[in-house]
C-alpha cells in the first residue's frame, strides 16, 4: 500500500481496465467532478429516488405474484429466494434505466427475450473474467505472460458497449417519433434524463 502518487503510478499498470468509463477508476479532474454532480442530482438525489418508487413496488408486487403461484401450484417447487432477490434488484435497475426487465418469468416479447439473453451471457462472462488471474496486474514486470485474460475482457467491453449503445439508440428513436407525434403517454426513464442533459450540456 502506498500513498505516493508517483509510487502507485510506478507499481500499477497504466489502466486498471479497457476503458476509464467507470467513475472509481477515473483520474481526479473536472471530468470526474462534473460526472460525480451529474450522479448526485440525476441518479441519487431523493427526488429521483422517489420518481421511481412505482417501478420498486411493481417489480416487489410481481415477484411476490410469482411466489405465490409457485406455491400455489400441485407440484410443489424449489424457491431459492437469493436468486429471486438478485433479479429483482437487477431488475429494478434497469426498468429505472430503461424501462426493460431482463430476468424472470415477465421479460417480454420474443425481441426482448433475446435481448436479455444477450445482456445475461455478457454478465455471466464478466463474472468469469473478474475471477481470472492475471499476473501483469500484481506484478507489471510479468504482464508479458499472456493468459488471454485481457483479450477477453477487452471483447467483453465491445460486447457490452455495442448492446447499451442498441439501447441508447433505439430509445433515441422512441423519443423522436414520439416528439413529432401526439402521443405524450411515453414512460419517463432515467436514460431520457441524460440523454436530455447530452443535448443542453454538451461538455458535461
Known sequence: MTSSSPTAHACLPENTSTTTTQL???RYGDHWRNFLRLMIVEIFSSSRVAM???VRRG???LLLNQIMKSSCAKNMTKIELKTKFMELSFNVMTMKVVGKRYYGEDVGDVGEAEEAKKLREVIR???????????GDFLPVLQWIDLGVEKKM?????KLDKFLQGLVNERRVILSSTNCSSDKGVKKLMIDNLLSMQETQPQV
Open 59 to 61: 417489480e416487489v408486487r
Open 154 to 158: 477487452a471483447g467483453l467491453m465491445t
Open 125 to 135: 462472462d464478466a463474472v468469469d473474467i473478474s475471477g481470472s488471474t492475471n499476473m
Open 24 to 26: 472509481p477508476l477515473w
Open 52 to 54: 421511481f418508487s412505482s
